[in-house]
T-cell receptor, first 111, second 112 residues
Framework: QQQVKQSPQSLIVQKGGISIINCAYENTAFDYFPWYQQFPGKGPALLIAIRPDVSEKKEGRFTISFNKSAKQFSLHIMDSQPGDSATYFCAASGDTDKLIFGTGTRLQVFP | DAGITQSPRHKVTETGTPVTLRCHQTENHRYMYWYRQDPGHGLRLIHYSYGVKDTDKGEVSDGYSVSRSKTEDFLLTLESATSSQTSVYFC???????????FGEGSRLTVL
């Protein structure tokens, strides 16, 4: 039972384009929604996170959009660069200590 | 970089043998986690700890046990390894229950 559903599984974007990764959740008790970035051979690292009291959070080229009524949130990477090529994981947690991850999206940005 | 060390980083073992993976932190964080990463499944929580000798199960805990006798060390044990436990295992730490997770660099386990 996947509590956090992530799509697409893989994404190919040209340099300068916009990368969009989507996630949907089921548990209405979730109140913390981070995105993690993972480079090959490394552990994931926090990229950006949002709580449901706001609908959008922007940090540089990275933006989280959050739709509480639809139980969906997405990551937008503006002006995508080859250095952004990595695997991205959405995640969610709520009334427990557990962070539940999506299945990951492998992003490739070509020059 | 957060002070997290996983050992061993690579291990090949045979079915039925016991395996212990170690996670050591120098950050004095309260929470420690073991995840496994598999293609198509993302990161799945195996066990976690919210203090010394305080542990709880995650979503894929069958076949695994953990121990935390000191704040800095969190051990993951496969009592009798199976091929389905071939995976990359990540340890993570956190200061808060729903705060940022800091991950180690992973331990790649192959069970033949």
């Amino acid at each position: 039972q996947q509590q956090v559903k992530q799509s697409p599984q893989s994404l190919i974007v040209q340099k300068g384009g916009i990368s969009i990764i989507n996630c949907a959740y089921e548990n209405t008790a979730f109140d913390y929604f981070p995105w993690y970035q993972q480079f090959p051979g490394k552990g994931p690292a926090l990229l950006i996170a949002i709580r449901p009291d706001v609908s959008e959070k922007k940090e540089g080229r990275f933006t989280i959009s959050f739709n509480k009524s639809a139980k969906q949130f997405s990551l937008h990477i503006m002006d995508s660069q080859p250095g952004d090529s990595a695997t991205y994981f959405c995640a969610a947690s709520g009334d427990t200590d557990k962070l539940i991850f999506g299945t990951g999206t492998r992003l490739q940005v070509f020059p | 970089d957060a002070g997290i060390t996983q050992s061993p980083r690579h291990k090949v073992t045979e079915t039925g043998t016991p395996v212990t993976l170690r996670c050591h932190q120098t950050e004095n964080h309260r929470y420690m986690y073991w995840y496994r990463q598999d293609p198509g499944h993302g990161l799945r929580l195996i066990h976690y700890s919210y203090g010394v000798k305080d542990t709880d199960k995650g979503e894929v805990s069958d076949g695994y046990s953990v121990s935390r006798s000191k704040t800095e060390d969190f051990l993951l044990t496969l009592e009798s390894a199976t091929s389905s436990q071939t995976s990359v295992y990540f340890c993570a730490i956190s200061e808060l229950a729903t705060g940022e997770l800091f991950f180690g660099e992973g331990s790649r386990l192959t069970v033949l």
